[in-house]
């Protein structure tokens, strides 16, 4: 039971609209990188607004490849890899890699979307139609309530 004035929590799509506003607000043209793990997911991302790189782990390369290939001077590496044991283990596995070298991994945004989510989707390919699904229900274009990247870079 929630205190008296205590805030009323966000529905699941306006907290995502908040944490996808506030990731897509980190891009810094290539000094930000979002990690996934595959060409779906990357679509997917894509398709959200993030015009920054992403950067796949490819599944026939070795993690500690793929973490090497993040440690070039960077500002912060985003990592999204989907919400499932596999996702979670490539993450986990990326921080370990990584966690030497002097680079700004960040695994909070993927932890914040698995709360908002709350297994209604597992895997980053799906969240571009899960997002437009839901802006539809509420009569609104996915991409106005997200913001085009120039109404972000002013506001």
């Not at 306006?14 to 891009?27: M, R």
């Not at 997917?44 to 950067?55: A, F, H, K, Q, T």
């Not at 993040?70 to 919400?83: H, S």
């Not at 966690?99 to 698995?114: G, K, M, Q, T």
Request: hydrophobic share 40%; aromatic share 6%.
């Amino acid at each position: 039971m929630r205190g008296v004035g205590a805030p009323e929590p966000l529905d699941p799509f306006e907290a995502f609209v908040d944490v996808w506003g506030a990731l897509l607000s980190e891009e810094d043209g290539a000094r930000t990188i979002v990690v996934v793990e595959g060409e779906r997911d990357r679509r997917s991302v894509r398709e959200l607004g993030w015009e920054g790189p992403v950067v796949l782990v490819h599944r026939g390369l070795p993690i500690s490849a793929t973490a090497h290939r993040l440690v070039v001077p960077r500002g912060k590496i985003i990592v999204l890899t989907d919400w499932d044991a596999e996702g979670g283990h490539l993450a986990h596995r990326l921080r370990d890699f990584l966690e030497s070298e002097r680079v700004d991994l960040d695994l909070d945004y993927r932890r914040r979307l698995a709360r908002i989510l709350r297994g209604e989707l597992t895997h980053v390919e799906g969240l571009f139609g899960w997002a437009r699904r839901q802006a539809e229900r509420r009569g609104e274009p996915l991409e106005r309530l997200l913001g085009a990247p120039d109404e972000r870079a002013t506001g």
